[in-house]
């Protein structure tokens, strides 16, 4: 492979300058007889001092250089400089070089028609040359340049003057809604559907798509998908048969259509289809899923009398999956009881509903998840009283546990939805709850005999409390992450235990009294949760103990007084349960 050094590289440019700029001057010399015979010697500094100034204005094509050099024929020399709307369209960088070019030969032609002055040439004569230069240079590539030779299109107006996407078809969209404690399902059309924009010839700029459209739609598997239809109005076309041109670029196969075939058509457009090993797991309440991403492309020359050309228009089509689910459930409280005396009391399976789209789904994981709930309870408790036994040095230890976790009927419904914006902003993930529940309700109370020093009571440590989760909720467009709302949806625990000392008719002289301060308590949180290994939310109930120690004052008639710090209860896990 030939490779050149830059020195080389210079010389070959500077070789082809000469010979572009030769060629420039050669179809102006044809076009412009006259002109060329009036300059005589100088006519090739004329132009090379006009493609000098044109690569000023960013004019680098030979056409676009020749053309400002016809403008100076017509015109004069530099007439850009005392003439301001000249200098805006050259020095405008919302216009390309093709636009500079086609609307500077317009406005110069319309001068000829409505003002022309001695030795300026006739106005048939002008649009003449300018075509005679079109057919010699359109395909003669940037100027000195070693790379292949472009091709430019100036030779007639041709832009897009509006362009309007709709959705269309919506009906079919549903999501669920809690309306007077009970789910249903109703149309969720977006507020805006349609994105439209119309050239303003006084604009400073071209209008612009939104960067991103939003739609929300199914896989190709299901029977039905968003619809966009695109619509273009252009009123001058270089060619009925080439523009406007409407790209989509999908991954699944590209569509171009041309002309009449582009002025408006629907494009069906799916989201992702869901993968082998993920579509096995239901998904989690709220997970965020990726759109399935396509390029849409509205493009035409670019050229118009007047204003900043629209050219190429083109937005990101994101397609999200616009299923909407719902899980509500319901669980029933359990009698209390005694350990060690009683069985632990038998667990009412939950009753849970699972939905897709107004279809059932399988909620085998949730009931297994409660019922997984109800035996880290129990179980933990049962630790609990071995601890209180072993810890404390208590004899014929009990433990009686009136508790409930999440205990009572709740509902939350999520999928993606549009915001305000509609169609022409990204969808944000909508929840909606309806909670009446008992996050955590815990009565626990430890007796046993406790024998020291010649005394001998009866210890009794106790802790109760509950903390409820009740009422309606809803995440919207503007409310904040996922996590800040589970934060909103947390209970804390804390539950203090109280010591009750008492002593028994069968003991010595000795007497064992509290003396008042005692560290411990049950600590932790339910609720929901943002998932630390995936997108998505999950119940949760997280309780554990921390030490228990009491002051207790011992009294004996013969030793006196002593203090002792007794341990009653080791730190410990008592419940760590998630759900999803």
């Given amino acids: 492979m030939w490779s050149l050094s830059p020195e080389q590289a210079a ?29 005589g010697e100088r ?39 005392h003439q301001p709307w000249a200098a805006a369209i050259l020095t405008d960088g919302k216009r390309s070089q093709g636009a500079k070019a086609y609307q500077l030969c317009v406005r110069v032609l319309e001068q000829l028609r409505s003002a022309a002055q001695a030795g300026q040439p006739a106005p048939s004569d002008f649009a003449i040359a300018l075509r005679q230069l079109d057919d010699q240079l359109a395909g003669a590539g940037t100027l000195a340049s070693l790379l292949p030779r472009e091709r430019i299109r100036l030779g007639a107006a041709c832009d897009v003057d509006a362009i309007e996407l709709r959705l269309v078809d919506a009906p079919w969209r549903q999501h669920y809604t809690a309306q007077g404690g009970s ?17 303003d010839a006084l604009a400073d700029a071209a209008p612009r798509l939104p960067g991103q459209v939003t739609l929300l739609s199914r896989p190709a598997t299901g029977d039905t998908a968003a619809k966009l ?10 060619d009925p048969l080439l523009h406007p041109l409407v790209q989509w670029l999908d991954p699944s196969g590209p569509r171009s259509l ?84 009683d069985a632990p009391p038998a667990i009412a399976p939950a009753r849970c509903r699972r939905e897709a789209d107004g279809q059932l789904e399988d909620s085998s994981t ?136 008492q002593p028994l008719a069968d003991a010595g002289l000795a007497v064992l009294a509290s003396c008042g301060w005692l560290k411990g308590a049950i600590s932790g949180a339910v609720g929901l949760e943002q998932r630390p290994d995936g997108p998505g939310l999950r119940w949760f109930v997280r309780l554990g103990v921390e030490p228990v120690l009491a002051q207790l004052r011992l009294v004996d008639p013969l030793l006196g007084v002593q203090m002792l710090q007794q341990p009653l209860l080791p730190a410990q896990a008592l419940v760590d349960w998630s759900l999803c």
């Fill in 11 to 39: 010389r070959l440019s500077a070789l082809q300058r000469g010979r572009d700029l030769r060629r420039i001057g050669d179809a102006l010399a044809i076009t412009f007889a006259e002109a060329r015979g009036r300059l």
């Fill in 43 to 81: 006519w090739n500094e004329f132009v090379e001092y006009g493609a000098v100034r044109a690569a000023a204005y960013g004019l680098t094509h030979m056409l676009c250089a020749a053309r400002l050099l016809a403008c100076w024929v017509a015109c004069g020399a530099e007439f850009e400089s």
């Fill in 183 to 199: 789910w249903r399902r109703e149309a969720c059309a977006p507020q805006v559907s349609s994105v439209t924009l119309v050239h």
């Fill in 229 to 238: 239809r695109v619509r273009v109005k252009t009123e001058h076309r270089c």
């Fill in 258 to 341: 041309r002309g009449d075939m582009a002025v408006d058509t629907t494009f069906t457009v799916h989201a992702h289809a869901a993968d082998v090993e993920s579509d096995t797991l239901p998904p989690c309440m709220g997970a965020e899923d990726s759109p399935h991403y396509s390029m849409l492309t509205v493009a035409s020359c670019g050229l118009r009398a007047r204003g900043v050309p629209m050219a190429e228009l083109s937005t990101t089509l994101a397609a999200y999956d616009a299923m909407q689910h719902l899980i509500a459930w319901r669980r029933e409280p359990v009698a209390a009881w005694q350990l060690p005396a």
């Fill in 366 to 501: 949730w009931l297994r998840g409660f019922h997984d709930l109800d035996m880290q309870l129990q179980q933990g408790v049962a630790r609990l009283l071995t601890a209180w036994e072993r810890e404390s040095g208590v004899s014929d230890g009990k433990l009686d546990v009136d508790a409930a976790l999440l205990v009572g009927s709740a509902g939350i419904t999520w999928g993606w939805a549009e915001g305000p914006s509609g169609i022409a902003a990204p969808p944000y993930m909508r929840l909606e709850g309806l909670l009446d529940l008992v996050a955590c309700r815990l009565g626990l109370r430890f007796t046993g005999a406790f024998a020291r020093g010649g005394s001998r009571s009866l210890l009794t440590l106790s802790t109760d409390g509950s903390a409820a989760l009740t009422g309606a909720w809803q995440r919207g467009p503007e409310d904040a992450a996922l996590f800040a709302v589970a934060a909103k949806l947390q209970r804390p625990v804390r539950q203090v235990f109280q010591l009750a000392v």
